[in-house]
């Protein structure tokens, strides 16, 4: 019977051993470990639930953090010293678009004009007159949801209305497509690329503009995977290699929006012949200065000069 009992209790302390209760002093040490991360678990939750509203809310309006349209009747749309034809044509989906149309009696080239992504073609004057005294005819448009223009911008829809807007001048100047040199600023300089990579050009021009917007967002809001998110992409880069023609890009090294980089790697990313014209302490809203003119009527020239041997050459 000791025997027995000796085994129980030997028995009983091994399990008691292995399964032994914490105590009191031992669960309370446990339980403020345990509350030492619950206001970390709490704040880190916070910021990810906040974080993944902001990136929801940078989605849902993304149009309106890329367009700033200037709708009628802001701007001076009687202006003085030039004068300019009102264009009115549609769209392939419908929509009614508005743009100027300044003409020369001899034109050396006929040029398609996409504005950047802020105001409208009034605010496009000072360029208009450069453009004319260099003898250029020019149409310059606004996009959907722009000065007279109706509709909404989107990133298809702006391509679109660049597309309806180089159908018309083709028929009011009466040249083929092929024949306009596309010129763009900033964000109008992606969309002709798009144009240009598609159709063709007589020319390129592009004024300060990006890779694409994907990486515009990056650099703007690196805490924002934009690469991921963005809907609206109009990847100049990836579309620059599939137009064969002539080139010409200028970039300010002082830009802020638009960093000197992106412009660079843009043209690097380009066919022959091209030319790059760096523009020293330039912002990417200041005035382009006269060095850029000056680039643009060699440009021209140097069109009018492959137009003439096209020529020649079909006669023989």
């Known amino acids: 019977m000791g025997g027995t009992h000796e085994w129980f209790r030997t028995k009983y302390k091994v399990q008691n051993t292995k399964y ?15 509350g030492r991360w619950r206001p970390a678990w709490r704040l880190g939750r916070a910021v990810a639930i906040g974080y993944g509203l902001v990136i929801l809310f940078l989605m849902w309006f993304e149009e309106s953090l890329i367009f700033f349209p200037s709708v009628y009747p802001v701007g001076d749309w009687k202006p003085p010293g030039i004068a300019v034809e009102d264009a009115h044509f549609q769209a392939a989906d419908g929509t009614r678009l508005h743009g100027w149309y300044v003409e020369h009696e001899k034109p050396r080239a006929v040029v398609l004009f996409a504005h950047g992504n802020a ?8 360029q208009l007159l450069k453009l004319r005294a260099m003898g250029l005819s020019v149409l310059v448009f606004d996009y959907r949801g722009y000065g007279r223009s109706e509709g909404r911008p989107t990133e298809a829809g702006i391509v679109a209305d660049a597309r309806a807007a180089r159908r018309w001048l083709a ?11 596309l ?18 050009a007589r020319g390129l021009v592009l004024e300060s503009t990006f890779t694409s917007l994907p ?23 990836k579309r620059i290699g599939r137009y064969h023609g002539p080139l ?45 003119y000056q680039a643009l009527d060699e440009f021209i020239s140097s069109l009018e000069g492959e137009k003439g041997r096209r020529m020649k050459a079909q006669d023989r």
């Open 119 to 126: 105001g409208n073609i009034t605010h496009r004057i000072d």
């Open 248 to 292: 010409l890009q200028c970039h300010g090294d002082a830009d802020r929006i638009i960093p000197f980089e992106q412009g660079r790697r843009l043209f690097e990313a380009a066919n022959e012949p091209k030319r790059f014209v760096r523009l020293p302490d330039h912002d990417h809203n200041d005035r382009l200065p006269p060095e850029y």
């Open 20 to 34: 032994k209760v914490p105590s009191t002093q031992a669960r309370m040490h446990q339980g403020l470990s345990k």
């Open 215 to 237: 990486e515009m967002g990056a650099y703007h809001y690196p805490w924002v995977p934009t690469r991921w998110v963005m809907r609206s992409r109009l990847n100049s880069l």
């Open 183 to 200: 010129l763009g600023e900033s964000v109008g300089a992606a969309v002709m690329v798009e144009l240009a990579a598609a159709d063709g």
């Open 171 to 181: 028929q009011r100047a009466a040249v083929a497509e092929s024949d306009i040199v």
